[in-house]
């Protein structure tokens, strides 16, 4: 099993490539999982030269774009025509950020299913714009993930949308750390649902104050981290720190929180010798 750290620019928002850049070496970070969003260095506006000099920065220092968190939402009640076309725009950017010799990133996506549709309708939604993007995924080699969030918080849920696809290497799920337990399943659970399916796993902690769940350093908050370590020990893939600081802002700058996750890393990070 082999294990590669990375934490998401969510938690430093607006911040500039080169700040980026510098924080993940200081922490000897294997990369960086990149909102792509209007407000930060990498959005779907780019222009090629802008694109390159990005892919330029993180290959000349060494670093991985392990993911691009973008917002598409495959189960939205939008036209067809919208999310398929921000999904090819996703699929284009990663490829275009790819350094060589490196790897091209994956790019998250949420579910973003609306109350008002049945399973059914989530489902032939999310399975109609996937296939009409995989053979560009194929062909760009980019992986989509497709997050354990909103409408489909659980392993389960969000298996259920990649799992007719039958293309893991290209349609799998990304395992975010703390929305399957909230919503009641256990880890033991989630590892068994996504077993073969999962190559991307978001580490957080978090405390439940005032009706929400609020971003906690790792081993401070309510989050079985245990349970998911030992769990993970027959994963292979991303595991990435998932930092909501542009959502809470009052939450301490990632650089103070970066280190309990890296120390949670070293502990659990398989050893390929045993």
């Known amino acids: 099993m082999s294990w590669q750290f990375a934490f998401s620019t969510l938690g430093i928002p607006q911040a500039p490539a080169a700040e980026v850049i510098e924080l993940a070496q200081r922490h000897s ?12 260095f990498l959005h ?33 009640p939008s036209p067809d025509t919208e999310v398929i076309d921000e999904l090819m725009r996703l699929i284009d950017l990663a490829h275009a ?15 973003g299913g609306d109350d008002e549709s049945s399973s059914e309708g989530h489902l032939d939604r999310a399975v109609r714009r996937m296939e009409a993007v995989l ?23 969000a298996q259920s949308l990649v799992a007719p696809l039958q293309d893991t290497t290209h349609a799998a799920v990304l395992w975010d750390g703390l929305h399957p337990w909230r919503s009641g399943e256990s880890t033991e659970e989630s590892m068994t649902q996504l077993r073969g399916q999962c190559s991307y796993f978001q580490v ?22 245990t349970e998911q370590g030992q769990s993970l020990q027959q994963f292979s893939g991303w595991i990435s720190l998932e930092w909501e600081r542009a959502w809470h802002p009052q939450i301490p700058p990632l650089e103070r929180v970066l280190p309990a996750a890296v120390e949670w890393f070293r502990t659990w990070q398989p050893n390929p010798a045993i």
């Open 204 to 225: 957080k902690d978090a405390v439940y104050e005032a009706d929400r769940w609020v971003p906690a350093a790792l081993g401070q908050g309510e989050v079985p981290l």
């Open 135 to 157: 053979p560009h995924a194929r062909e760009a080699g980019v992986q989509v993930l497709v997050e354990t969030h909103d409408s489909h918080p659980t392993a389960a849920a």
């Open 44 to 76: 779907l506006n780019l222009t090629p030269q802008q694109t390159a000099t990005v892919s330029r920065m993180f290959g000349e220092a060494n670093l991985h774009i392990s993911a691009l968190a973008g917002y598409a939402r495959i189960c939205s």
């Open 97 to 111: 950020v790819g350094q060589p010799g490196l790897s091209t990133p994956g790019v998250r996506v949420f579910p």
């Open 29 to 40: 970070c294997d990369g960086v999982e990149v909102r792509v969003h209007p407000d930060e």
